[in-house]
Each structure stands twice: as structure tokens, then as C-alpha cells.
């Protein structure tokens, strides 16, 4: 069965500090690949996506993931967070007929 | 920017009562999703539904589940008789036809409580 794992269920930062969360998928066909952000009050925001093409994708607000294929993985990085990108961080994968498939999902804080 | 929007923000309700939660898509958007998150849980897919019918339901979206779309804009899923379980945020999404993989858009979400 398909599935999404994030490794942190909360990730507690200082501004300025580099963040990488985690995403780990199963799932044997072409994969398409997604973060999400929810900020607090807010609805489910699309940060960035992967479909083909270059690993290493860049996102909105300065957030970058980079596809690795043969470890199944789909890392977010920030290289200096800040304390509006304080959220709930979901990695999901597209499965059959379109659906998501999202991880646990990390809440991050970051501290100013 | 066009978006997707649901009401109501918050629903009570009774067990066993019937509730509808109401979403309205992005305009030309073909393709329509519900998911929902009980606390502290992933979000989980509930159903997805295109050209006027269900194409895929997941093993949550039993005979208490339905969704319609019963004019142009709107989207709704009707729980016939609620229980306790059914407490959770709920989120509509649409998403529009493309060459590539179709980016979801997200409603704000109903905060549906089964007292």
C-alpha cells in the first residue's frame, strides 16, 4: 500500500537555524511529490511539488525539496528559518485516481 | 486569487444527527475531494468525485458517507447519521485537468464535533 512517513513529529528551531524534515514514501509507480504547509488558522498551502525533471525543487518562501529516488525520499530544507514559518508541514505523494497521500505531518516552532 | 471555500467554519451536532458540509470549488476546477483529519491523525483521503460521480472512495467513506454536487458551484458530503468517530476537521479540495499532476487547492476546512 502506498504510504508517506515523517520522521519528526515536532521539530522546536531558533530563527535563523537551518531546517530539514524528513519524508519517506512507498509506492512502486512515477511518483509525484508534494509538501504542504497549514499555518495556524489556515488552510492547507501547496509549498512546493515534484513531478520530473530536476531533483532538487524550489518552493515558495525560500523552502527547497530534493528527490532522492533510490533512498525514497522527499526532504524539505530551509537554509534560515523564521518565526512566521512557525506551521504544520505535511509531505504527501499522489496516488491512484489523483488522491493525496499525506505523512503524519511535523509541526514546527521556531522561536525568535 | 481564486479559492476554495466551506461552510460552515464550525459544526455541533448530535450523534446520530445528519450533517452537510458544504465546500464551493475554484470556478474551473473538474476534479473534487474530501478529506478529513481526526486530532493528532494524518490527513486521510475520503473520496474523490469527477464528472458527476464518485471516481475513487476510500474504506472510511462507508453508506453513512455521500457527496454531491448539486448545482454548478457547490460540493457537499452528507453524513447521514453521525457518531462519535466522525468528530474531525474536514477539507474539501478541487483540483483542474492538466498535462502534468493536478495541484489539490484547499478550503479552510469544517470543524465538524459529535457530542
Known amino acids: 500500500a502506498q504510504s508517506v512517513s515523517q520522521h519528526n513529529h515536532h521539530v522546536i528551531l531558533s530563527e535563523a537555524a537551518s531546517l530539514e524534515l524528513g519524508c519517506n514514501y512507498s509506492y512502486g509507480g512515477t511518483v509525484n511529490l508534494f509538501w504542504y504547509v497549514q499555518y495556524p488558522g489556515q488552510h492547507l498551502q501547496l509549498l512546493l511539488k515534484y513531478f520530473s525533471g530536476d531533483p532538487l525543487v524550489k518552493g515558495i518562501k525560500g523552502f527547497e525539496a530534493e528527490f532522492i529516488k533510490s533512498k525514497f525520499s522527499f526532504n524539505l530544507r530551509k537554509p534560515s528559518v523564521q518565526w512566521s514559518d512557525t506551521a504544520e508541514y505535511f509531505c504527501?505523494?499522489?496516488?491512484?485516481?489523483?488522491?493525496?497521500?499525506f505523512g503524519q505531518g511535523t509541526e514546527l516552532s521556531v522561536k525568535p | 486569487e481564486p479559492e476554495v471555500t466551506q461552510t460552515p467554519s464550525h459544526q455541533v451536532t448530535q450523534m446520530g444527527q445528519e450533517v452537510i458540509l458544504r465546500c464551493v470549488p475554484i470556478s474551473n476546477h473538474l476534479y473534487f475531494y474530501w478529506y478529513r483529519q481526526i486530532l493528532g491523525q494524518k490527513v486521510e483521503f475520503l473520496v474523490s468525485f469527477y464528472n458527476n460521480e464518485i471516481s475513487e472512495k476510500s474504506e472510511i467513506f462507508d453508506d453513512q458517507f455521500s457527496v454531491e454536487r448539486p448545482d454548478g458551484s457547490n460540493f457537499t458530503l452528507k453524513i447521514r447519521s453521525t457518531k462519535l468517530e466522525d468528530s474531525a476537521m474536514y477539507f474539501c479540495?478541487?483540483?483542474?485537468?492538466?498535462?502534468?499532476?493536478?495541484?489539490?487547492?484547499f478550503g479552510p476546512g469544517t470543524r465538524l464535533t459529535v457530542t
Open positions: 504527501a505523494v499522489r496516488g491512484q485516481g489523483g488522491k493525496l497521500i
Open positions: 479540495a478541487s483540483s483542474a485537468p492538466g498535462t502534468g499532476p493536478y495541484e489539490q487547492y
